[in-house]
């Protein structure tokens, strides 16, 4: 794990980003720029993130993205992304990207995916307050309204049956959440794809969850990763919520804004 910095290397590290000739501004959404909610779909960006992030958009040579494991129709509910903003869902599977949308599973990956949530519907069928998730290259089981003991069980049972329909599933586990998926592709992908496509001389790049470390692993020198909340990171920042991240963006924001 890299050692953090303070917040006074954060701020001199936003501006030394703000510099770059092009920037890619990556984001998760919840737990991120929103704070989470027992109903996912009533969470929404908090007002101050949501006003940098518009912000950032507008800015020159700078594209936000937001890089969510929600599916992608979900993402663009939830946070009303303007038209022009790139959207990629199911940790990298489905991008909305120049005002196109890909999604393209085979179809024997559809046919996988049918398999799996039919196992994991049976799972949920046997514990009450679970809720199975159907996406569109797979499934996550969301364990946060039951207690520690029932959660725990239930994504015992959910990973046996996922494997038994699917031998290859990717099982992947976040915050009060196990995810299953029938393509090998997670948010670090999506982000060096993205790097590429835009010709980004820089990313800046914030999550919180499990899932986002795999966006952290492939930030280069000069990238900026920050950690939203507790737990082990690969980033190189770390503030304590959502609510604390809305300084970050502000700044970021104002400095790319005026460079």
């Known amino acids: ?31 991120t720029l929103a704070p989470f909610a027992d109903d996912p779909s009533q969470v929404g960006a908090l007002p101050g993130s949501w006003a940098a992030v ?17 599916p992608l129709g979900s993402l663009a509910a939830v946070s009303h992304a303007p038209d022009g903003m790139a959207l990629i869902g199911s940790h990298g599977v489905e991008w ?11 179809e024997d990956e559809t046919a996988r ?33 039951v207690g520690a003991d029932e959660a725990a069980a239930t994504n015992a049972e959910a990973s046996r049956a996922a ?4 031998p290859d599933v990717l099982e992947r586990g976040g915050k009060d959440i196990v995810e299953f998926a029938v393509r090998h592709v997670t948010k670090g992908d ?14 800046f790049f914030a999550g919180d969850d499990v ?15 920050v950690k939203v909340g507790e737990g082990e990171t690969l980033a190189g920042h770390r503030v304590a919520d959502p ?12 400095a790319r804004a005026t460079r």
């Open 1 to 31: 794990m890299p050692e953090q910095t303070t917040d006074g290397g954060l701020a001199t590290a936003l501006e030394t980003l703000a510099a770059a000739p092009r920037l890619l501004v990556a984001l998760d959404f919840d737990g």
């Open 54 to 70: 518009l912000t950032l958009q507008r800015a020159r040579d700078t594209e936000v993205v937001l890089v969510s494991g929600r």
């Open 96 to 106: 909305r990207v120049d005002g196109h949308d890909e999604d393209a599973l085979t």
């Open 113 to 145: 995916v049918a398999r799996i949530g039919a196992a994991l519907d049976e799972v949920g069928a046997r514990h009450p307050g679970v809720v199975v998730e159907h996406k569109p290259a797979g499934h996550g089981v969301h364990t946060r309204r």
């Open 163 to 166: 494997h038994d329909a699917d």
């Open 190 to 203: 999506a982000i060096d794809r993205l790097r590429a496509l835009r010709g980004a001389d820089a990313v």
């Open 211 to 225: 899932t986002d470390e795999d966006g952290f692993r492939v930030l280069r020198d000069g990238d900026v990763g």
């Open 243 to 254: 609510a604390a991240l809305t300084d970050v963006l502000k700044q970021l924001a104002r």
